[in-house]
């Protein structure tokens, strides 16, 4: 069974940094590529980033409001994904998902999902 | 950047269908994918690449894409179809999502 399981969110000042786990089991963690998606409270959701399976290069791609502050990266023997978040701001506050992405027929999709990690940016 | 444009809520009848668009340039040549969110849950895909459905996924959910615009079909609502949708594209390297839709089963 596929389980993706987010951890490292919580309260954080605007300015500093904080970084994000998902833990995954149930695959091959190396063989996929994974993405982190936000929600802010009562909003949509929004495509934060994602890293390609190492097959593709292993390289990250990223939102243009978070390009330059937020990096992901992942630890394949430990099929742990990261996202490092820093500068964070108050627009920052949302819950984390992480999600494993299917590429098919040149696009990408997101067939599971974590529950989520609230980030939560306030002074 | 590209932008996907849905309405903000759709209401249905039980046992009528739900019809939920996701507006693009062109969008009918690209791939859509649509995420099914009920409240405090995480998404879950109902539909990807324009009209393909997961397994576990009823046949009352189905999908269609061309020219500016993509359809979410729900056939014989339920209740338990009460959610918010998000169809999804992928667009110069990046995940883009639309801004999601409520439907209301009453």
């Known amino acids: 069974e596929v389980q993706l399981v987010e951890s490292g969110g919580g309260l954080v000042q605007p300015g500093r940094s904080l970084r994000l786990s998902c833990t995954a089991s149930g695959f091959t963690f190396g063989d996929y590529a994974m993405s982190w998606v936000r929600q802010a409270p009562g909003k949509g959701l929004e495509w934060v980033g994602f890293i390609r399976s190492k097959a593709y290069g292993g390289t990250t791609d990223y939102a243009a409001s978070v390009k330059g502050r937020f990096t992901i990266s992942s630890d394949d023997s430990k099929s742990i994904a990261y996202l490092q978040m820093n500068s964070l701001k108050t627009e920052d506050t949302a819950v984390y998902y992480c999600?494993?992405?299917?590429?098919?027929?040149?696009?990408?999709?997101?067939?599971?999902w974590g529950q989520g990690t609230l980030v939560t940016v306030s002074s | 950047s590209y932008e996907l444009t849905q309405p903000l809520s759709v209401s249905v009848a039980p046992g009528q269908t739900a019809r939920i668009t996701c507006g693009g340039n062109n969008i009918g040549d690209k791939n859509v994918h649509w995420y099914q969110q009920k409240p405090g849950q995480a998404p879950v895909l109902v539909i990807y690449r324009d009209s393909n459905r997961p397994s576990g996924i009823p046949e009352r959910f189905s999908g269609s894409n061309s020219g500016n615009t993509a359809t979410l079909t729900i056939t014989r609502a339920q209740v338990g179809d009460e959610a918010d949708y998000y169809c999804?594209?992928?667009?110069?390297?990046?995940?883009?999502f639309g801004g999601g839709t409520k439907v209301t089963v009453l």
């Open positions: 999600s494993r992405d299917l590429l098919e027929l040149g696009t990408y999709y997101f067939d599971y």
């Open positions: 999804q594209v992928w667009a110069s390297s990046t995940g883009v």
